[in-house]
C-alpha cells in the first residue's frame, strides 16, 4: 500500500542559524541518485519507488516534486493525472534520516499549490490509517475522508474457468459501473491497481496499457453480469494476481471473486489479492469466497474538490 512518511523513525536533525533551509521544486534527472539511496532505507528495501522513478521523470502531465536541503533531495510526492479530472497524490516519501525538518508539511503543501494553480476536478490520496500526521495535514489543505479500503488475499484455485472475457467498449463498461451495486456502495470509486478513483470510459480505457512492466486488464465476468480490472504484481510469496474494481450486484460478489481465484490459477499466480472498502456487505462476500485480511491497518482515502470548474462528484460514504 502506498503509505505516506512510513519509513523508520530517526533521530531529529539539529538546526542552527546556518543551517540549509528545505525548498520543493520539480524533480530532475539529476535527483535520482539521492532518491535511490535513501528509498534504499524505507519498507525494508522494499519501496517500489525505484521501479518508477524513470517512468515518474518522463510523465508530462502531473509533477513529480522533490524537497531539497543542503544541496540532496530528501524528500518527494507526486501527483498523477490518472484520466480528466482525476488526480492521484502518491509517493510521498521522506529521507529517514531528516526527521523534524517539517519535510512532510513541505512537499504536500507544494504539490497541493500546484495542483490548485494547475488541475481541475478532484485529487485523492490514500494514507495508513495511523498516520495521523497525515491525517492533520489532509484536514489543513481541505481535504476529506471519504472512505477505508483494505487489502484481503486468497491463494488461487489450480481449477479451468472460461467466464471471462476482453472488454472492447470502455464506454459501456463505465456506465454499467457506475450503475452498479457494489460501487455505489464504494462511494463510486474504486481501485484502479495501487490508485483509486471514479471508473468512466477514459479511466478503464487507460487502465488496459503497460505500466513498469505491469500487464493491468479490464474484463467482463459471465457475458455481462459483472465487471472486473486485474493487474499483475508479485510480492515476497511470488507472483500474484491483484483485483481492484469489481462492479455487479452484491449477491454475485462472492461468485466473481472465486472464479478471479481460479483466474489467478490460470495464470500461474500463487494468490490474488482485492483492495476492497470496509464495507460489510464486502467483507462477508470476502470471507465467503475465502479470503483473508492481508493489511493491518487500513487505507485512509482523501480527496479535495478544485474550486474550479469540471469537478467529478461523489458522495460520501
Not at 534520516?97 to 504536500?108: A, E, F
Not at 467466464?163 to 460501487?183: G, Q, T
Request: net charge neutral; with cysteine; aromatic share 12%.
Amino acid at each position: 500500500m502506498h503509505r505516506l512518511f512510513s519509513a523508520p523513525q530517526s533521530a531529529p536533525v539539529k538546526l542552527t542559524f546556518s543551517s540549509p533551509v528545505v525548498t520543493c521544486r520539480p524533480a530532475l534527472p539529476r535527483d535520482t541518485a539521492d532518491v535511490m539511496e535513501f528509498t534504499k532505507l524505507i519498507w525494508d528495501g522494499h519501496d517500489y519507488v525505484p521501479y518508477v522513478w524513470n517512468h515518474w521523470l518522463k510523465d508530462p502531465h502531473g509533477i513529480l516534486a522533490v524537497a531539497e536541503y543542503g544541496g540532496h533531495a530528501i524528500g518527494l510526492a507526486k501527483v498523477t493525472l490518472l484520466a480528466p479530472g482525476q488526480w492521484w497524490l502518491e509517493g510521498f516519501r521522506v529521507n529517514p534520516k531528516y526527521q523534524g525538518l517539517k519535510v512532510g508539511s513541505h512537499i504536500h503543501g507544494y504539490i497541493d499549490e500546484w495542483w490548485m494553480q494547475n488541475g481541475n476536478g478532484i485529487v485523492r490520496l490514500m494514507t495508513n490509517a495511523r498516520n495521523i500526521r497525515v491525517h492533520h495535514l489532509c484536514a489543513k489543505l481541505g481535504f476529506h475522508k471519504i472512505g477505508e479500503m483494505v487489502g484481503y488475499i486468497a491463494e488461487s484455485i489450480q481449477e479451468a474457468v472460461d467466464v471471462f472475457s476482453p472488454v472492447l467498449d470502455f464506454k459501456e463498461a463505465a456506465n454499467y459501473a457506475l450503475a452498479s451495486e457494489s460501487i455505489k456502495l464504494a462511494n463510486s470509486i474504486s481501485d484502479f491497481g495501487w490508485s483509486v478513483m471514479q471508473p468512466n470510459e477514459e479511466a478503464l480505457g487507460q487502465f488496459t496499457s503497460l505500466v513498469a512492466g505491469f500487464e493491468r486488464a479490464v474484463f467482463w465476468w459471465r457475458g455481462r453480469q459483472a465487471l472486473i480490472t486485474t493487474w499483475d504484481d508479485d510480492d515476497d510469496g511470488g507472483p500474484i494476481l491483484g483485483i481492484g474494481l469489481a462492479a455487479c450486484k452484491m449477491k454475485d460478489m462472492s461468485a466473481l471473486l472465486v472464479d478471479a481465484r481460479r483466474l489467478a490459477g490460470q495464470k500461474n499466480c500463487k494468490n490474488v489479492l482485492h483492495i476492497a472498502f470496509t464495507h460489510p456487505q464486502f467483507l462477508d462476500a470476502l470471507n465467503e469466497a475465502g479470503f483473508k485480511r492481508k493489511w493491518e491497518n487500513a487505507g485512509f482515502i482523501f480527496e479535495k474538490k478544485h474550486p474550479g470548474l469540471h469537478v467529478i462528484a461523489s458522495g460520501a460514504m
